[in-house]
């Protein structure tokens, strides 16, 4: 990802001036950001939304930002994470990478350098081998050999309600909104009020959870879909 790719960033962070400094910066650079302002709305923001990089302080209220790197990693959530703290001693900084963070800036900083080190997140995350098998519970998919197994049985897709599972596969546990899905699997933007997604999504319940015993596509009701495995 170069400088002028737009990323979307997570900000997780309960003070007014840090938060008005870092979010300035991040809209002027043409990024989209949202924000919480404590652990527990930031874990539920992380596990319900898609980012390309969370920004953490690590003093949070209601759930600290070790507790919270720690439940994300913990639910597969795997988007780059780099802890923001005006606790900046080594063993500070060792304790939040083995909590899970990708990278630890102390406070008080240059915003310069929190954006180089969110663009080196992107780089490294662009240039990581992506999986090429795909498993959710009793579903496993192939994309190299382009098939669809769940519980030891074949299922046949067409190549939009492929590409529209693989979407909803690498993001399993998530919810996937409607409005992330014309652009993630049709490539381009049209009025998600139309039923064009809901059909396609049909299709592919009908398809992946019919005639077994437990379902793995669900609908969020008011948010998206989710695609997750029972428990």
């Known amino acids: 990802m170069d400088r002028t790719s737009t990323m979307r960033i997570l900000l997780i962070e309960d003070d007014e001036g840090t938060a008005a400094f870092v979010l300035k910066g991040l809209k002027e ?8 302002r404590d652990g527990r709305d930031g874990l539920l923001m992380a596990t319900s939304e898609a980012y390309d990089a969370i920004v953490a302080d690590r003093m949070l209220p209601n759930l600290d930002g070790l507790g919270l790197i720690q439940a994300l990693r913990a639910s597969g959530i795997k988007t780059p994470i780099i ?26 900083f240059a915003f310069a350098e929190l954006m180089a080190r969110l663009e080196a997140l992107a780089r490294r995350l662009a240039t990581a081998v992506v999986a090429t098998r795909l498993r959710v519970g009793d579903l496993d998919m192939d994309i190299l050999a382009r098939t669809v197994i769940r519980a030891g049985k074949p299922i046949e897709l067409q190549p939009r309600e492929f590409k529209l599972l693989e979407y909803l596969m690498r993001r399993a546990g ?35 959870d019919k005639g077994f015993a437990t379902p793995l596509l669900h609908t969020v009701r008011g948010a998206g879909y989710c695609l997750r495995a029972a428990g």
């Open 83 to 108: 802890i923001l703290s005006a606790l900046g001693k080594v063993e500070d900084k060792v304790r939040g990478l083995q909590a899970g963070a990708d990278d630890y800036l102390a406070k008080p």
């Open 29 to 36: 650079g043409g990024h989209v950001a949202d924000r919480a």
């Open 174 to 208: 998530q919810v996937v909104t409607r409005t992330m899905l014309p652009e993630g699997v049709w490539d381009y933007h049209f009025d998600p009020q139309t039923n064009v997604i809901d059909v396609h999504i049909s299709r592919l319940r009908q398809k992946v």
